[in-house]
Nanobody, 121 residues
């Protein structure tokens, strides 16, 4: 089985930085996409950033130029470096992994428990 453990959330002033980490235990297939979602109070969940096993990244428009997603393929760990944080970035951030088993094409999806990020003004 796979378990995602997140860390790095907390309280920070506007303009500050945080680095979120998500470590996956268990086996993750080579073909996969890892990403970060967030959900603010009273708002819908949105995709913040994602990175494929091939290294292709994608970001939602509101975080482009401020956030950077990266991964450690050996340890199957994904990071989200968040700079120039704004109060509107306040949300619960969730790690997500989508993986496909070779040959069988079986699809799997895993979620972290979520970590709170609060940006004060």
């Amino acid at each position: 089985q796979v378990q995602l453990v997140e860390s790095g959330g907390g309280l920070v002033q506007a303009g500050g930085s945080l680095r979120l980490s998500c470590a996956a235990s268990g086996s993750i297939f080579s073909s996969n996409v890892m990403g970060w979602y967030r959900q603010a109070l009273g708002q819908q969940r949105e995709l913040v950033a994602s990175i494929t096993s091939g290294g292709t990244t994608d970001y939602t428009e509101s975080v482009k130029g401020r956030f950077t997603i990266s991964r450690d393929n050996t340890k199957t760990t994904v990071y989200l470096q968040m700079n120039s944080l704004k109060p509107e970035d306040t949300a619960v951030y969730y790690c997500n992994v989508r993986s496909t088993r070779p040959y069988y094409a079986t699809r799997y999806e895993y979620w972290g428990q979520g970590t709170q990020v609060t940006v004060s003004s």
